[in-house]
């Protein structure tokens, strides 16, 4: 009996032990991939620049990077406090602690850190699809890096670019390096972005849609920052680069008022927009405008808050030619035929809707904010050439963009009408950004890159603490500290070498 | 003493479990005062009759008990007067005399043909058998420090969440809920943090298998296990404490079956705090803001509107009994909580059998089943933000009483144009879950000294989750109607096998377990969404288009565990046991995958020893020493290797992508706790009993998903980070005041002291996470707040006021005052609180009183030293930040800025606020101190004589009352915060808190 026992309990034991062990698994993740497989193969490259380019939807870079860079314009009033960050943004009274700078911050870095592996990962010497695929990331990067260095670095002509920027973030860095980077000058920063544009239109052969970056598109931005650093020569070039190319072209007047709502692959005149789905919606429309399916204004809080308006100044200087097209974009809030205000401020702030972010396809709040558009390239051109005091090239390319807007006759500029003005060639082609470009984050660097002010005079929550609350004049000098932001404290904590701005 | 001879007691020393009377009456004996019942006499017949009463000590008869011949299946059962009557045909038989709710008593019987039988109801306390680890022992003869709450202590407080009722109801073992949603169950932090990012919950060891399903009201008894000498056996996972939970098994004899109700109403308990009306808003923002008087004709009070009196009603029917063969239990209960917000409620189905057979003398087979459907309705459409921010000035209802919708209501005030009642027309969020655990569990006596066992589970859950907005509403207008639905389904399989053998060698015993155990589980979780549904209409083929992108995931987690433990004792005086554990989780890197554990216990009883026997003072003595190392598990799955999301959000324009995701750590290792602990239990004149423990506990490696520099290109990254130290000191005393006659008083106050330290972060870093309210600096408790530091309000200007840190040429730091807010939110100026959101100390005190049938209960808790980081204030106490939403009434003892010269508590009222005055600073820093009356009761047993004649063999009332009063010093509606680190409800933060509800119940409980 013991022994059979004995038999019993080993057998048993043995059993028990064997299926225990083999119970010692490991299992994979299904939404992830480890990371020694995603990058492995060069058919691995074109996914993984898919990713880099998706990391390009998230919020934190699209609708904190949005509001970081047209609030604080003279195109938008905010009729009314809001518990969000984002007040601050529009009132200059911004915080080490923003929640918009620390988002955007962090995911315009990531992007770049995404774009770093594949740069890393394909030599100068591969196939011509993995050098296009490369020059693209090369684009990502310098991208990101130019929109960080002109949120957190004073404007490029302030003291020749020797201002602090922001860390360069190359590929190949180690562990180490990557904790403690610091702060490289304006200039340093504008170099390495237009050293990576160059690298990348070397490198990019295809021509993809305007969703992703190709030749032209390197080229278009290189114009905008040679712009930026006042090279005027250099931007000359690259925007002819882009306009020689015809790969693209003005959209119609006819077609003109539905640019946002067209599937962005179709826009002739788009350069470069980063494409959200009808499901990826951005938000950046929530802020600006309450509306049913067929862009009918309604009241706040129905499709959006709609607490963030077209400035009263921007109403008032598009009014002037009723027939602009370009005040399609702004839809007024009408009950019977009566413009409503907000009442949350005295003097009230009337609500002047932008559409510019909503009905994608027909789709409540869905936008594919546009980067780059041949309007702005020839733009770029008109104020590279007025800068090079070639007046006529200039005031062609403005009136090309006036025309196309539905402008003629004595709408359109000539020497002498803008002399009559009294206004300079500059003034004119910015006014004419202030304009076109409406609403699509370029106005506050339109200026201050120019040393210009900026001047408020409307209704807005940017007087709320004025005496008498009836001033409601803001004046911001390209000086002021404020016209950048201060680097996330939450950044400085982990890196002592950021070094803070006054 | 008339039957001095006729009555005669026999102690029983070496089971103490009950006193028993017996009379021999064919014997005119001296008492045996040996250690044996055994009762010699003549053997004059081969078979017999054997008659006799049973009562209770109190001399009332027993009806019902179980007697059974030992070894046979022959037996009864005791009439309604407690005779019985029971042929015998082996003399020297032992008998089973069993009653629920008494101790059993075995009798032999050599020949004695009368026997009347008092049976002592269960004498719990010390010789309460409990169930530690993988083993049953007498809490007398333990090595570990753990607290048993059994039912009826556990149940006094009405809930269907177990953490609920656990509250201060064991020194150490801290409850704290975030909120008093009925569907949020509070979490539980036994002894301290001792973890940064890995989870704080204990391990829920439910009828001997790790995890499963109860309900409280199966609930026989929890077992809470503190330190390593009993929690080590769960190894890994036993870092936070072990609770063991065991549900009822039948007891043999006359079947019973219990009925229990409980019925009453909730309240909001929303403390000192109050909201402004109409009025005291006006006069408020007029010193600010040009408002309109007209805004004064309306005066809704929008918390009335969001909450309302609860109903709370509690049903259970249970049956259990059995033959000396096959017992069983089983039970159903239906449990219904309303929230005192609006439309938030928890309803729950439970289904319980459980059943246990002796298949034939040597193995034994149990079955446990469990079912627990639950539909929970969540508040939704941003109720309770509503009801703190709405404007008093904007009308709830129309003329007609309809609700007003906001959106189109153009004199709107508030700043969201939301009326909730407008959207609860329509809109709902609920959950349902059907969850299911079946244990088969045999025990085979292979020798007499030898058990073979094999517990084994399958847990079988599924879930589903539906938000629907509709169109009408502000939620769903923008897309036309909105539809979410998610999808749970998970299953686990455990098998758990096991070896004991057990021997003694006089005053020598040894039990040596082994054991080899396998878990693996699978969870896959699903979602859609769609939009553009008709009104009223909420499944996702009515929705024209998708909202958002479909997701799914699944994944699987394996563990593996062999253990070996040893206990020996010497003459029930000396007692060693030690364990070892390896065991193996899919959950970490490949190169650690496995790790081992070790635990070594003793404890000395010295009221065995000759020099203490018999002490009439000192009736009980024992100290206990424990230490070892256990593991934490809790971190989520694939933590160490860098990783590539492939999920939709790395896709762009439809084609699929690959983002870098997680950054890897292959050196990623397990989280080790090192723990002792040093504990002495005694009772004094059998009236006192008092356990205190000592302990140091100290967590090294910890695992902590370490923010990065946004350079690096990752958030995170999960890392061995340091280690942190717990110690403390916790007893529990319970006093039996008045005992014996008709009058019983008995008290408890246990009370738990822990200090929590951390002593080195990796890479001699000072802190982790800076500028972070609650950082992680090397010296300071990981619950201690980091601040910029509130320095009041100018008296000049009414202007905010925070200390500025400033550093001279000299390097001498001085501190100035600031109105910038920037300037201070610095690394340099954020300042060490020394403030800490884990308390000081925390607690719990009990009287019960019992006179005859009465029975009066009061039970408060409280917890001393912890702060409260107030951050709902940032909406409603902000100096004029917000126009638009209501406003706090100033608390006692504050005040606001108005003219220079005022020493104001508040500074002075700005539209759009004062300078970022309402900015994360120490101002909202609240004592969070607090003692609870949490539970009163009054309850009544009706006299056995009155109950029987309607037919049941007992029944009782009761009237009780939760959470009637709270002292506190903290301005919001309830000072009760979350003390753990993880989970829905942040550390020591209060925002827009759901308040808990004070409860008014009635309950009726009767037994056939």
């Keep these: 009996m013991i022994k059979f026992n004995s038999i019993k309990l080993f057998l048993t034991l043995g059993l028990i032990t064997m299926f225990s062990a083999s119970c010692e698994q490991y299992f994979e993740p299904t939404t992830t991939i480890d990371e020694t497989t995603a990058l492995a193969n060069e058919s691995d490259v074109q996914t993984v620049t898919i990713g880099t380019y998706s990391m390009l939807l998230h919020a934190n870079y699209t609708t904190s990077g949005h509001y970081m860079m047209e609030y604080p314009s003279d195109e938008i009033a905010q009729g009314q406090i809001s518990s969000n960050d984002l007040t601050r943004l529009y009132r200059y009274t911004h915080i080490n602690t923003s929640t918009h700078a620390t988002n955007f911050w962090s995911q315009a870095y990531k992007v770049i850190a995404a774009a770093n592996k594949v740069i890393a990962f394909v030599p100068d010497n591969a196939s011509a699809e993995l050098k296009q695929l490369k020059g693209e990331n090369l684009f990502l990067r310098a991208m990101v890096h130019f929109n960080l260095v002109r949120m957190f670095g004073r404007p490029y002509p302030q003291n020749s670019g020797a201002n602090p920027g922001v860390p360069i973030l190359k590929e190949g860095m180690s562990d180490a390096d990557v904790l403690t980077l610091s702060r490289s000058s304006v200039k340093e920063v504008y170099d390495f972005v237009i050293s990576d544009l160059l690298s990348a239109a070397a490198l990019m052969g295809s021509t993809k849609t305007n969703i992703y970056a190709s030749k032209e598109v390197a080229y278009a931005l290189l114009s905008k920052i040679y712009l930026f650093k006042e090279d005027n020569e250099n931007a000359l070039k690259y925007a002819n680069l882009v306009i020689d190319s015809k790969r693209y072209s003005l959209l119609s007047s006819s077609d003109y008022p539905s640019y946002f709502k067209m599937a962005t692959e179709s826009n002739k005149e788009t350069i470069f927009a980063v494409r959200h789905t009808n499901v990826q919606i951005a938000g950046i429309g929530t802020m600006y405008i309450s509306s049913d399916q067929a862009g009918n204004p309604l009241g706040q809080g129905v499709s959006g808050w709609a607490e963030l308006y077209a400035s009263k100044k921007y109403i008032d200087f598009i009014a002037k030619y009723p027939e602009d097209l370009r005040k399609s974009f702004v839809t007024p809030y009408n009950i019977s035929g009566v413009l409503q205000f907000n009442q949350k401020l005295t003097p009230a702030t009337p609500m002047y809707y932008i559409n510019k972010f909503t009905l994608q396809e027909n789709v409540i709040n869905a936008s594919s904010p546009v980067y780059l558009r041949l309007a702005d390239i020839y733009l770029i051109r008109a104020e590279a050439n007025a800068k090079l005091g070639k007046q006529e090239a200039a005031i062609t390319d403005v009136n090309l963009i006036r025309a196309r807007a539905g402008l003629s006759g004595t709408a359109l500029h000539t020497a002498a009408s803008i002399t009559a003005q009294g206004k300079t060639l500059l003034e004119t082609v910015l006014d004419e950004r202030y304009v076109e470009l409406a609403f699509e984050g370029h106005r506050i660097y339109d200026l201050f890159r120019n040393n210009m002010p900026m001047v408020r005079n409307y209704p807005g929550t940017h007087a709320q603490n004025n005496t008498p609350t009836t001033d409601i004049r803001q004046t911001v000098l390209p000086t002021d500290p404020r016209v950048v932001y201060y680097i996330p404290q939450a950044e400085i904590n982990q890196n002592s070498k950021l070094t803070q701005n006054p | ?1008």
Excluded at chain 2, 209 to 237: F, H, M, Q
Excluded at chain 2, 488 to 503: P, V, W
Excluded at chain 2, 809 to 831: C, F, H, M
């Design chain 2, 1 to 1008: 003493m008339k039957n001095k001879f006729s009555k005669i007691l026999y102690r029983l020393v070496t089971s103490g479990v009950a006193v028993m009377s017996l009379l021999p009456s064919a014997l005119n004996a001296a008492p045996d005062n040996g250690t044996t019942n055994r009762i010699s006499q003549r053997i004059n017949a081969a078979e017999f009759t054997v008659k006799g009463t049973v009562t209770s000590a109190e001399k009332e008869a027993l009806p019902g008990v179980t007697i059974v011949v030992k070894g046979t299946s022959q037996g009864t059962t005791s009439d309604a007067n407690g005779n019985f009557s029971l042929s015998i045909s082996t003399p020297g038989s032992t008998l089973i005399f069993s009653f629920i709710g008494y101790a059993t008593r075995e009798v032999v019987v050599d020949g004695a043909k009368t026997l009347d039988i008092v049976l002592e109801s269960d004498v719990k306390g010390l010789d309460e058998v409990v169930v530690v680890g993988y083993s049953a022992k007498k809490l007398r003869y333990l090595s570990s420090s753990v607290s048993t709450i059994n039912n009826e202590k556990l149940r006094d407080v009405t809930s269907n969440e177990l953490p609920n009722l656990l509250q201060g109801k064991a020194p150490g073992v801290v409850v704290s809920s975030g909120s008093g949603d009925p569907t949020k169950a509070a979490s539980i932090v036994i002894r301290g943090a001792g973890t940064i990012s890995a989870g704080t919950s204990p391990l829920y060891v439910v009828d001997g298998n790790i995890d499963g399903t109860y309900n409280p009201v199966d609930v026989e008894s929890i077992t809470v296990l503190k330190d390593v000498a009993a929690t080590g056996l769960y190894g890994s996972r036993a870092a936070n404490g072990v609770i063991i939970v065991n549900t009822k098994m039948g007891k043999a004899g006359k079947t019973e079956i219990s009925v229990n109700n409980t019925l009453g109403f909730a309240e909001a308990s929303s403390g000192k705090f109050k909201l402004m009306n109409s009025q005291q808003l006006y006069d408020y923002q007029s010193s600010f803001y040009p408002r309109d008087p007209s805004a004064l004709s309306t005066n809704t009070n929008w918390w009335n509107e969001a909450f309302r009196t609860a109903f709370v009603n509690n049903h259970n029917i249970s049956a259990s009994g059995g033959t000396d063969k096959t017992t069983y239990y089983i039970s159903a209960n239906y449990y219904k909580e309303q929230g005192t917000v609006v439309e938030n409620d928890k309803t729950g189905y439970n289904f319980r059998a459980n059943m246990k057979s002796h298949l034939t003398s040597k193995l034994t087979a149990s079955v446990l089943f469990n079912g627990q459907y639950t539909k929970d309705n969540y508040q939704n459409s941003n109720t309770l933000y509503d009801a703190y921010v709405n404007l008093p000035f904007d009308p709830a209802y129309d003329a007609n009483g309809a609700p007003v919708d906001g959106r189109y209501y153009p004199k709107w005030l508030g700043r969201d144009r939301e009326n909730f009642l407008q959207s609860l027309q329509y809109n709902y969020a609920n959950g349902k879950s059907l969850r299911t655990s079946l244990d088969v569990n045999l025990d085979y006596d292979l020798t007499k000294n030898i058990t073979l066992s094999s517990y084994n589970r399958a847990n079988f859950s599924n879930g589903s989750t539906v938000t629907y907005y509709d169109r009408r509403t502000k939620q769903g207008g923008a897309n036309g109607g909105e539809l979410y639905n998610g999808n749970t389904n998970a299953n686990r399989l455990l098998t758990s096998n096991r070896i004991r053998y057990s021997e003694d060698f006089g005053k020598h015993s040894l039990t040596v377990l082994g054991v080899a155990e396998a878990e693996t589980s699978y969870n896959y979780y699903a979602t859609v969404s769609g939009k553009g549904l008709p009104a009223g209409h909420d499944v996702m083929s009515v929705a024209t288009n998708v909202l958002t992108s479909p997701t799914a995931y699944s994944e699987q987690v394996a563990f593996r565990k062999f253990l070996g433990q040893a206990d020996y004792s010497y003459d029930n005086r000396y007692f060693l046991v030690g364990s070892f554990v390896n065991e193996f989780s899919s959950l970490f890197g490949k190169n650690n995958s496995s790790a081992n554990f070790y635990q070594l216990g003793a404890s000395w009883v010295l009221s065995n020893e000759n020099f203490l026997k018999n002490n009439k003072t000192l009736t009980f003595a024992k100290i206990r020493l424990s230490h070892g190392i256990v593991g934490n598990a809790t971190i989520p799955n694939f933590a160490s290797l860098g990783l590539y999301s492939i999920s939709q959000s790395a896709s762009y324009a439809g084609l699929p992508g690959a983002s870098p995701f997680q950054k890897g750590n292959p050196d990623l290792t397990w989280e080790k706790i090192k723990s002792s602990n040093i504990g002495a239990d005694i009772s004094l004149w059998n009236r006192a009993d008092l356990s205190i423990d000592v302990y140091n506990k100290t967590s090294d490696d910890l695992l902590y998903q370490k923010p990065l520099t946004a350079t690096t290109g990752y958030s995170y990254v999960w890392v061995n980070a340091g280690s942190v130290r717990n110690r403390g000191v916790e007893f529990n005393l319970t006093t039996r005041n008045f005992t014996g006659g008709d009058f019983t008083w008995e008290t408890n106050l246990n009370m738990a002291f822990n200090r929590n330290k951390i002593l080195e972060l990796s890479n001699g870093a000072a802190t982790f996470a800076p500028g972070n309210r609650l950082p992680l600096a090397a010296g300071h408790d990981m619950g201690e707040y980091n601040l910029p530091i509130w320095a009041g309000v100018n008296p000049e200007n009414g202007d905010p006021q925070w200390e500025k840190l400033v550093t001279d040429a000299n390097g001498v730091i001085t501190k100035e005052l600031t109105n910038v807010y920037s300037s201070v939110q610095t690394a340099q100026s954020r300042q060490f609180t020394g403030k800490s959101a884990t308390p000081k100390f925390t607690g719990g005190f009990s009287n019960t009183f019992s006179y005859k049938g009465f029975t009066v209960s009061a039970f408060f808790n409280f917890v001393y030293g912890s702060w409260v980081y107030n951050d709902s204030r940032f909406y409603f106490d902000n100096d004029g930040l917000y126009e638009s939403y209501n406003a706090m009434v100033l608390a006692k003892g504050w005040s606001r800025w108005e003219k220079p010269g005022d020493v104001a508590t508040h500074p002075k009222p700005i539209v759009g606020g004062n300078k970022d005055s309402n900015q994360s600073s120490s101002r909202y820093l609240e004592d969070g101190s607090y003692i609870r009356l949490r539970n009163v009761r009054v309850g009544y047993t009706i006299p056995a004589r009155a109950v029987k004649k309607i037919g049941f063999s007992r029944a009782n009332i009761f009237l009780s009352a939760d959470n009637l009063w709270t002292g506190t010093k903290f301005s919001g509606t309830d000072p009760e915060v979350s003390f753990a680190r993880e989970g829905e409800f942040a550390l020591g933060l209060s925002s827009i808190k759901y308040p808990i509800s004070r409860k008014f119940l009635l309950g009726v409980n009767f037994t056939l």
